[in-house]
Nanobody, 118 residues
Framework: QVQVVESGGGSVQAGGSLRLSCTAS????????TGWYRQAPGKQRELVAS???????NYLDSVKGRFTISGDSVKNTVYLRMDSLKPEDTAVYYC????????????WGQGTQVTVSL
C-alpha cells in the first residue's frame, strides 16, 4: 500500500503565495504521474497541474504562469508552488499519484485547504 500526504495549505490574502507538498510512502513503487486537483464547494473537482516521471508538466489554463509543479525524486515529494493567488483559487487541494506495480494503481491524499481572501 502507498500512503499519500499533502501539506502546506492555509489562508492568504489575494496576491500571496503558498507551496503545497505531496509526499508518498509505503511499499516500493514507481510513479507514473502525479496530479494536483482541487475542489471548491458546489463545484466539480478539476485537475490543476500534473507531472510525469519524465518531468513533463501540464497546467489548467487559469493557473498557467502562476502555479509551478515540480518534483524531488530523492524525497519522493511533488510540490505545487502557487503565486499570485486569487479568491477563485480557494478550494481543497488533493494529490493523486498513479503508480505501477503489476498494474497501474491510483492513490489519493486527504487534501489540504487553501483559502484566499480579498
Amino acid at each position: 500500500q502507498v500512503q499519500v500526504v499533502e501539506s502546506g495549505g492555509g489562508s492568504v490574502q489575494a496576491g500571496g503565495s503558498l507551496r503545497l507538498s505531496c509526499t508518498a510512502s509505503g511499499r516500493p513503487f514507481s510513479t507514473i504521474v502525479t496530479g494536483w486537483y482541487r475542489q471548491a464547494p458546489g463545484k466539480q473537482r478539476e485537475l490543476v497541474a500534473s507531472i510525469t516521471s519524465d518531468g513533463s508538466t501540464n497546467y489548467l489554463d487559469s493557473v498557467k504562469g502562476r502555479f509551478t509543479i515540480s518534483g524531488d525524486s530523492v524525497k519522493n515529494t511533488v510540490y505545487l508552488r502557487m503565486d499570485s493567488l486569487k479568491p477563485e483559487d480557494t478550494a481543497v487541494y488533493y494529490c493523486r499519484i498513479v503508480v505501477l506495480a503489476a498494474k497501474a494503481s491510483e492513490y489519493w491524499g486527504q487534501g489540504t485547504q487553501v483559502t484566499v481572501s480579498l
